[in-house]
């Protein structure tokens, strides 16, 4: 009985393609836009423009973060790090929602104490604001869709921006109902539209980096169906310990123990195997143990296995495939 493993060699740059001017681009527009916000969000009494600058301010982290993921994930495993640190993106992912989620309750409760007891808002402060936050978030919303958005943190960092620029429609919006109508209450409903956004990117980014901390298959491949995939094999018998997770956002991998019938040749299926996961699911950093199945052996490899044992009713006790030299 033979075991065979197989082990791409390739990289694994998760957010090595992502460009660094670009991001540091926005990143600059952002800070820069924030900081006016503030100044004019406290000097007009406008909560929508403190709320907004937050926001932003969350997307100036998620994109600073975003670029020290793509220097470290960049640098080659060492040690006992033997994926190196492709995972921080996922840190700073998480890090980033969790942020936008404190933000956000606090942000909704603001608005509803504001919305009892509004106080005045200088609405043509906020209107110009917001009109010019529009023009800014376009602009970095240009610049970093031109990056690589692979990266859980450079497409958090996208998103972010995207629903900022609908913020500031809302803030812009609020400011105009304030300048004609003076019902300052306007403010306080645009800064619930800004956290309800907020709370949508948070909860997004927490549910994503949250699965791949946890190992879980990514989204769009699911386990049960994979393991019947493989077991339609010519020549495969059974599947067990069957594993499907990402290392980090973009970067699939999977390990199984297939067991395949006797007298076939182990190389030759675990070749075909491989070409399914990479040609059907995109899985090209696989890991495979290759076993021949005989009587009492089937139950010892099963005894302990992790999850579903996958078994091919058609490939047990059939012989060797004359397509399949045997050894």
Same mark, same amino acid.
């Given at each position: 009985?033979? =075991?065979?493993?197989?082990?791409?060699?390739?990289?694994?740059?998760?957010?090595?393609?992502?460009?660094?001017?670009?991001?540091?681009?926005?990143?600059?527009?952002?800070?820069?836009?924030?900081?006016?916000?503030?100044?004019?969000?406290?000097?007009? *009494?406008?909560?929508?423009?403190?709320?907004?600058?937050?926001?932003?301010?969350?997307?100036?982290?998620?994109?600073?973060?975003a670029?020290?993921?793509?220097?470290? =994930?960049?640098?080659?495993?060492?040690? *006992?790090?033997?994926?190196?640190?492709?995972?921080?993106?996922?840190?700073?992912?998480?890090?980033?929602?969790?942020?936008?989620?404190?933000?956000?309750?606090?942000?909704?409760?603001?608005?509803i104490?504001?919305?009892?007891?509004?106080?005045?808002?200088?609405?043509?402060?906020?209107?110009?604001?917001?009109v010019?936050?529009?023009?800014?978030?376009?602009?970095?919303t240009?610049?970093?869709?031109?990056?690589?958005?692979?990266?859980?943190?450079?497409?958090?960092?996208?998103?972010h921006?995207?629903?900022?620029?609908?913020?500031?429609?809302?803030?812009?919006?609020?400011?105009?109902?304030?300048?004609?109508?003076?019902?300052?209450?306007?403010?306080?409903?645009?800064?619930?539209?800004?956290?309800?956004?907020?709370?949508?990117? *948070?909860?997004?980014?927490?549910?994503?980096?949250?699965?791949?901390?946890?190992?879980?298959?990514?989204?769009?491949?699911?386990?049960?169906?994979?393991?019947?995939?493989?077991?339609a094999?010519?020549?495969?018998?059974?599947?067990?310990?069957?594993?499907?997770?990402?290392?980090?956002?973009?970067?699939?991998?999977?390990?199984?123990?297939?067991?395949?019938?006797?007298?076939? @040749?182990?190389?030759?299926?675990?070749?075909?195997?491989?070409?399914?996961?990479?040609e059907?699911?995109?899985?090209?950093?696989?890991?495979?143990?290759?076993?021949?199945?005989?009587?009492?052996?089937?139950?010892?490899?099963?005894? @302990?296995?992790?999850?579903?044992?996958?078994?091919?009713?058609? =490939?047990?006790?059939?012989?060797?495939?004359?397509?399949?030299?045997?050894?």
């Open positions: 009985m033979t =075991a065979e493993s197989h082990d791409h060699g390739h990289g694994h740059g998760v957010s090595a393609e992502a460009d660094r001017k670009l991001l540091s681009g926005a990143l600059a527009l952002i800070v820069g836009f924030m900081v006016a916000e503030v100044v004019v969000g406290l000097a007009a *009494g406008s909560l929508a423009l403190i709320t907004d600058a937050a926001h932003m301010l969350t997307d100036a982290i998620a994109i600073v973060l670029l020290i993921a793509i220097r470290l =994930a960049a640098r080659p495993p060492a040690g *006992g790090f033997t994926y190196g640190f492709k995972r921080v993106e996922i840190l700073s992912a998480q890090a980033n929602g969790i942020t936008l989620l404190l933000l956000a309750a606090y942000f909704v409760y603001e608005a104490r504001r919305m009892i007891d509004p106080p005045e808002v200088k609405g043509a402060l906020v209107l110009i604001t917001g010019v936050g529009i023009v800014v978030n376009l602009l970095a240009w610049l970093i869709s031109k990056a690589n958005r692979s990266s859980l943190n450079v497409e958090g960092a996208f998103q921006i995207l629903n900022d620029l609908f913020a500031f429609i809302a803030t812009a919006i609020a400011g105009l109902v304030v300048l004609l109508t003076g019902f300052a209450r306007a403010d306080a409903i645009a800064a619930l539209v800004v956290a309800a956004l907020m709370l949508k990117a *948070g909860i997004s980014l927490v549910r994503d980096s949250g699965r791949i901390f946890l190992e879980a298959a990514p989204a769009r491949i699911d386990p049960q169906a994979l393991g019947a995939e493989l077991c094999v010519e020549g495969v018998v059974e599947v067990h310990d069957l594993h499907v997770w990402e290392i980090t956002s973009g970067e699939p991998a999977a390990s199984a123990h297939i067991l395949v019938a006797q007298g076939l @040749d182990c190389h030759q299926i675990r070749v075909k195997v491989e070409a399914l996961l990479a059907r699911h995109q899985l090209t950093h696989s890991t495979l143990q290759v076993d021949h199945a005989s009587g009492n052996d089937r139950d010892a490899h099963c005894s @302990d296995a992790h999850g579903t044992v996958h078994r091919s009713v058609t =490939a047990a006790g059939r012989g060797p495939d004359p397509a399949i030299p045997s050894h």
